[in-house]
């Protein structure tokens, strides 16, 4: 009994000196919106709060987005003491106020920092300022921290990432821990202690397969992104996930490219932060955004990411194990021209070695359900057949019956 309750006390006096992370959170991956990859610096408190508005009335918090995540360039400076202070001109009302607002929506407040002295955007950044930061951010209400890697010359990544952890810890208000840092030192094996989610690639370009070079550094369409993911898989689950950065849905690619961009982003057990401009976003846009049946795959319990099954020229297929047997299935088409693609289930036997899920067709049979057509495309007896159109994607659950 005694040694029972020294352990008990150890193991406050320890969690209090050094920290945790907040668990019991993200247990699926995080929805909300983030303002950088339409507005980028260009942000103030009124846009905050019509995105909020429109979160609400559009229907995207009823399928699930709760986070309104400000990124960079919200700061003005640090006072005389260090306490960091928002744009007095951009967020004249002030953070707090912001996050009352925000709450009163039934959502949730998210903002940026980085690891680094001043942020990728210049503006100061929470290098020996960490505990601070994090008391300030408590005390506005921030629910959500996406931590940023510029400018971070002689920082070891774990350490710093650690560091912010234990100060938002100490605060004493449950924040998920967004790690941008950009998968350079591999956050997929310290990240699940630290944070609920760790960007695994450079930044997103909204182009479905091209790369962007900006000299010193290069963002990634969509395709190049998801090449990036496959070997990671293992590393996420419920509170902990693999992020291939924010969505750039509705952001200028073509309503197809859009589709194929989020259907994988929800195979891939993604965090699905949209980021482009709700308040203005066209039907077919808010409709790839808010399909509940797609979403359904993104937020199943089990939380574990897809793998690619087969590969032939531009097809290729993926699957992704689901809670209660089911599974979920993505046809995607890389290519410029539309591709057939046909499955014939009794030949096939889909194995998943990390979850060790595994289809048996001859004694199980599910139902097929298009998630995009919203049709019921038959059932595993029968084979499948489908055209794929270019840079686009064929979706399906299949149902155990
Ligand atoms: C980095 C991040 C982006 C964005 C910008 C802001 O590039 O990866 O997602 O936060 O900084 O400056």
Same mark, same amino acid.
């Given at each position: 009994m005694k040694i029972k309750l020294l352990t008990f006390f150890a193991l406050i006096v320890f969690t209090n000196i050094y920290g945790q992370k907040y668990e019991k959170l993200a247990l699926t991956p995080p929805m909300g919106w983030n303002s950088w990859n339409r507005f980028a610096c260009d942000i103030n408190e009124k846009l905050i709060r019509e995105i909020a508005d429109t979160i609400v009335s559009s229907g995207m918090k009823n399928a699930g987005y709760i986070y309104v995540n400000i990124d960079d360039c919200w700061h003005g400076s640090r006072d005389s003491l260090g306490f960091i202070h928002p744009d007095s001109v951009r967020f004249a009302s002030g953070m707090k106020a912001l996050a009352d607002y925000v709450h009163s929506k039934g959502l949730k407040l998210g903002i940026y920092s980085c690891a680094g002295s001043k942020t990728c955007g210049g503006r100061p950044g929470s290098r020996g300022y960490e505990y601070q930061d994090a008391l300030t951010y408590a005390q506005w209400g921030i629910d959500y921290l996406k931590y940023d890697w510029c +400018?971070?010359?002689?920082? +070891?990544a774990e350490g710093a990432y650690i560091t912010m952890r234990d100060a938002l810890y100490a605060a004493g208000r449950p924040v998920v821990f967004s790690l941008c840092e950009w998968g350079n030192n591999k956050p997929w094996i310290w990240g699940p202690a630290t944070g609920h989610l760790w960007r695994t690639t450079g930044d997103i370009y909204n182009c479905f397969d091209c790369i962007k070079d900006h000299g010193t550094w290069k963002s990634w369409g969509v395709t190049y992104i998801l090449d990036m993911q496959d070997s990671l898989r293992k590393y996420a689950g419920p509170g902990h996930w693999n992020d291939p950065d924010m969505l750039e849905v509705g952001n200028g690619m073509a309503i197809n490219e859009d589709r194929a961009h989020f259907s994988i982003w929800c195979m891939l057990a993604a965090p699905l932060i949209a980021g482009n401009d709700i308040r203005n976003m066209s039907k077919e846009t808010k409709e790839i955004l808010t399909n509940k049946e797609v979403l359904a795959v993104n937020q199943d319990s089990l939380g574990i990411q897809c793998f690619r099954y087969s590969k032939n020229n531009n097809v290729e297929s993926w699957f992704k194990p689901l809670a209660n047997g089911d599974w979920a299935m993505c046809i995607l088409n890389r290519g410029n021209t539309p591709q057939k693609f046909s499955i014939n289930w009794k030949n096939e036997k889909i194995s998943d070695k990390d979850s060790g899920k595994e289809t048996n067709f001859a004694k199980i049979t599910y139902r097929l359900r298009n998630l995009w057509t919203k049709e019921e495309a038959g059932t595993t007896i029968n084979s499948f057949t489908t055209e794929i159109p270019a840079h686009d994607v064929v979706m399906l659950r299949l149902i155990k019956l």
């Open positions: +400018n971070t010359e002689g920082l +070891n």
